[in-house]
T-cell receptor, first 112, second 115 residues
Framework: SQTIHQWPATLVQPVGSPLSLECTVE??????LYWYRQAAGRGLQLLFY??????ISSEVPQNLSASRPQDRQFILSSKKLLLSDSGFYLC???????????FGPGTRLLVL | AQSVTQLGSHVSVSEGALVLLRCNYS??????LFWYVQYPNQGLQLLLK??????LVKGINGFEAEFKKSETSFHLTKPSAHMSDAAEYFC?????????????FGQGTILTVHP
């Protein structure tokens, strides 16, 4: 069976510091991968998706970037965090061509 | 373009009562539709999905949803609420037409269950 991991579970960072959140998927190959942000009262916002190694599409312009160095690894990064980057970050995967997405446990980020 | 509207950001029911969470969609192509549940500080869990097979879809935890094309609806129901059903529920539609499977989510409905 497939499992998806995210870490860390919780992170408190100062404004202007860098960020690296990691997501890995087990038990499948060539998954589509997604990063979402869930801010209080604002639902789920798709940030990035990837259909393969090195292939990243950005949904919204922002202070964040994503990379996919390996087939089942997806990384969310920032060089300098903003207060507005606080939120709950969810990684998800789907088997191509996409019949629903399966979510990781999430990382709660608080930028102070 | 696809969109999802969840009617009611908060729904409150008594334990044992019927649960009805409403979802209406807009889609320019035949949609795939999904319901997810999110417990506090956790990721989203897939409850059920409609992918153009049977219009009445049964999911986990006793939930089911019916796809009604004429009403562009995909409401989630459960005959008898349990305290453990208290959570936030999201309806989503697959943007379709691509191989990416990107979902568009509704704003969510928080379900409260009273003893």
């Amino acid at each position: 069976s497939q499992t998806i991991h995210q870490w860390p579970a919780t992170l408190v960072q100062p404004v202007g510091s860098p960020l690296s959140l990691e997501c890995t998927v087990e038990g499948t190959s060539n998954p589509n991968l997604y990063w979402y942000r869930q801010a209080a009262g604002r639902g789920l916002q798709l940030l990035f998706y990837s259909v393969g190694i090195g292939q990243i599409s950005s949904e919204v312009p922002q202070n964040l970037s994503a990379s996919r160095p390996q087939d089942r690894q997806f990384i969310l990064s920032s060089k300098k965090l903003l207060l507005s980057d606080s939120g709950f970050y969810l990684c998800a995967w789907s088997p191509p061509p996409g019949r629903g997405e399966y979510f990781g446990p999430g990382t709660r980020l608080l930028v102070l | 373009a696809q969109s999802v509207t969840q009617l009611g950001s908060h729904v409150s029911v008594s334990e044992g009562a019927l649960v009805l969470l409403r979802c209406n969609y807009s889609s320019s192509v035949p949609p795939y539709l999904f319901w997810y549940v999110q417990y506090p500080n956790q990721g989203l869990q897939l409850l059920l999905k409609y992918t153009s097979a049977a219009t009445l879809v049964k999911g986990i935890n006793g939930f089911e949803a019916e796809f009604k094309k004429s009403e562009t609806s995909f409401h989630l129901t459960k005959p008898s609420a349990h305290m453990s059903d208290a959570a936030e529920y999201f309806c989503a539609v697959n943007r379709g037409g691509t191989s990416y499977g990107k979902l568009t989510f509704g704003q969510g409905t928080i379900l409260t269950v009273h003893p």
